[in-house]
T-cell receptor
Framework: DGGITQSPKYLFRKEGQNVTLSCEQN?????MYWYRQDPGQGLRLIYY???????QKGDIAEGYSVSREKKESFPLTVTSAQKNPTAFYLC??????????FGPGTRLTVL | GQNIDQPTEMTATEGAIVQINCTYQ??????LFWYQQHAGEAPTFLSY????GLEEKGRFSSFLSRSKGYSYLLLKELQMKDSASYLC????????????FGSGTRLQVQP
């Protein structure tokens, strides 16, 4: 089945640790995106990539890093520089100009 | 910059019709999307408007007026399962290929 997978579903991190969230898609989409959602809020764009080996900062990129070495994969690293990382993280993909399809999300909690 | 406004919460009765409004201000415009998001889940695509007018898809319809920076999502024959958040998202002009989301409207359908 075609789709987007994110792992893990739940993730716990100690303060000061870096952690990487996985996002894989087999839809052959060119573009991939990372969003953050806080309780009762909409989605805020962290990073996006329109093509392999290229990515752009979104509205809240500070404290995050990404890579796009393969078309299918767009991992997000939450670094210790991100002061308030507890949130629901959503990955999405699309062909440029079309609707975005979302993965199931990763809920990150900092202990 | 981009700004999107939606009501925070709405309540409606099963079997009724509800209209969820969205106003936006963007630098450039390349389409408006509506997504449905159940609590704790990923958003799912509902509709896309790029030209003025009404798009109908079953019980759901979406309207766009580009000159007024206004859209609405119309839900007919409401069912209990329609209780969810509804997110309005705008695709901006050149240089911004990702979506900007509103904060979402939480709809509660009552018996």
């Amino acid at each position: 089945d075609g789709g987007i997978t994110q792992s893990p579903k739940y993730l716990f991190r100690k303060e000061g640790q870096n952690v990487t969230l996985s996002c894989e898609q087999n839809l052959n989409h060119d573009a991939m995106y990372w969003y953050r959602q806080d309780p009762g809020q909409g989605l805020r764009l962290i990073y996006y990539s329109q093509i392999v080996n290229d990515f752009q900062k979104g509205d809240i990129a500070e404290g995050y890093s990404v890579s796009r070495e393969k078309k299918e994969s767009f991992p997000l690293t939450v670094t210790s520089a991100q002061k308030n990382p507890t949130a629901f993280y959503l990955c999405a993909s699309s062909n440029l100009g079309n609707e975005q399809f979302f993965g199931p999300g990763t809920r990150l909690t900092v202990l | 910059g981009q700004n999107i406004d939606q009501p925070t919460e709405m309540t409606a009765t099963e079997g009724a019709i509800v209209q969820i409004n969205c106003t936006y201000q963007t630098s450039g415009f390349n389409g408006l999307f509506w997504y449905q998001q159940h609590a704790g889940e990923a958003p799912t695509f509902l509709s896309y408007n790029v030209l003025d007018g009404l798009e109908e898809k079953g019980r759901f319809s979406s309207f766009l007026s580009r000159s007024k920076g206004y859209s609405y999502l119309l839900l007919k024959e409401l069912q209990m399962k329609d209780s969810a958040s509804y997110l309005c998202a705008v695709k901006g002009g050149t240089g911004r290929r990702a979506l900007t989301f509103g904060s979402g409207t939480r709809l509660q359908v009552q018996p």
